[in-house]
């Protein structure tokens, strides 16, 4: 068996340490190495819960959220074509181009010769912002650039 030091706001493992004696003693000395490790990691007391866990219960604390999935098959780049054909399918490319020749020279130079739009790129969240655009346009530009 393992042991688990678990965040109880978010459910999320903070620690596993791998093996150990199954002698009283020894199991609660165990499990309070992990909380103190826990502690020392700047958690408070009353977030954590440390405990033995089967290798079922390992694997079910370990699998990605529907969230961390989601997330990890999201799509965050598109090339500059399908970026710009979608902004003009979502009647936002006049209002994107207006920004970007007001934000100056180089912005202008970084539209004109950009490859692609990506997610963490510092202009589209900056047009983002300005537009005002939800993570719900967000989802949709990319989503249906990526398919221009």
Do not use: H
Not at 38 to 58: C, F, K, L, M, P
Not at 79 to 104: C, E, F, H, P, S
């Amino acid at each position: 068996m393992d042991r688990v030091c678990i965040n109880k706001l978010t459910g999320r493992l903070i620690e596993m340490q791998g093996g150990g004696d199954d002698r009283p003693g020894l199991m609660e000395s165990r499990l309070n190495t992990l909380k103190q490790n826990a502690i020392n990691a700047g958690y408070q007391e009353s977030d954590i819960e440390v405990r033995w866990v089967t290798a079922e219960e390992y694997k079910a604390l370990t699998a990605p959220t529907v969230e961390e999935i989601t997330i990890m098959n999201r799509i965050s780049y598109i090339t500059n074509r399908q970026g710009k054909r979608q902004l003009v399918a979502m009647g936002l490319y006049d209002q994107v181009k207006t920004i970007i020749d007001a934000a100056g020279l180089t912005a202008k130079i970084d539209w004109d010769s950009a490859s692609g739009f990506s997610r963490t790129d510092p202009t589209f969240l900056a047009v983002k912002q300005t537009l005002n655009l939800t993570d719900e346009q967000e989802e949709q530009f990319f989503n249906e650039g990526s398919k221009l």
